[in-house]
């Protein structure tokens, strides 16, 4: 079953616009966190927020923010003012335990996410 | 600004051929992680380590192997290349503590002939 749900395949936004991209997770675990990476064409992957399940606020880091609702099991990230260079593949990652002291992180299968002048 | 390395960034080669994938932190993180990801698609994970002498196959069945003889370096070897090891091999760190996130390296693109 896929553990992580990125349901939008390919998303259009107007530069200075707002953009919300969705995930779903599916888990067991009482403790787990949730990420978001940034993979620009060059491949590299960039963290840009994590929000763990026991923290009540939601996450910010600068133009980005983290909607995590617990109950509904999802974690979507927010990019305000969006510019060109948010242009990029945007991947939803969860960590929970592994087993034998161990944490593994599942990824989504990515929205790529372009970014209109 | 995330200190690991991966060489080469790309590597186009024959099949048959022995290829290692080098990787590198300077961060001194006790976990390492290799990824393996095809153009488009989400990254699986094929090896991990929590430290020197450590090495552990993640979700995704692969063929390639890895080492892990010094904190900082993390290889993964294939003995023999296939047109089907054709991917994006991404490398990972982090620290023990369960909340920190994974730095990336730059990915090494395989192309197998």
């Known amino acids: 079953a896929q553990k992580i749900t990125q349901t939008q395949p390919g998303m259009f936004v107007q530069e200075k616009e707002a953009v919300t991209l969705d995930c779903t997770y599916d888990?067991?675990?009482?403790?787990?966190?949730l990420f978001w990476y940034k993979q620009p064409s060059s491949g590299e992957m960039i963290f840009l927020i994590y929000?763990?399940?026991?923290?009540?606020q939601n996450a910010t880091e600068g133009r980005y923010s983290l909607n995590f609702q617990k109950a509904r099991k999802s974690a979507n990230l927010v990019i305000s003012a969006s510019q060109l260079g948010d242009s990029a593949m945007y991947f939803c990652?969860?960590?929970?335990?592994?087993?034998?002291?161990?944490?593994?992180?599942?990824f989504g299968k990515g929205t790529k996410l372009s970014v209109i002048p | 600004e995330a200190d690991i390395y991966q060489t080469p960034r790309y590597l186009v080669i024959g099949t048959g051929k022995k290829i290692t994938l080098e990787c590198s932190q300077t961060?001194?993180?006790?976990?390492m992680y290799w990824y393996q990801q095809d153009p488009g698609m989400e990254l699986h994970l094929i090896h991990y380590?929590?430290?020197?002498?450590?090495?552990e196959k993640g979700d995704l069945s692969s063929e390639s192997t890895v080492s892990r003889i010094r904190t900082e370096h993390f290889p993964l070897t294939l003995e023999s290349a296939r047109p089907s090891h054709t991917s994006q091999y991404l490398c990972?760190?982090?620290?023990?503590?369960?909340?920190?996130?994974?730095?990336f390296g730059p990915g090494t693109r395989l192309t197998v002939l």
């Open positions: 990652a969860m960590r929970e335990f592994a087993g034998a002291g161990s944490y593994q992180l599942t």
């Open positions: 961060m001194g993180h006790d976990k």
């Open positions: 888990t067991s675990d009482q403790s787990y966190g």
């Open positions: 929000q763990g399940s026991y923290d009540e």
């Open positions: 990972a760190s982090s620290e023990l503590a369960t909340n920190n996130e994974q730095f």
């Open positions: 380590s929590y430290g020197v002498n450590s090495t």
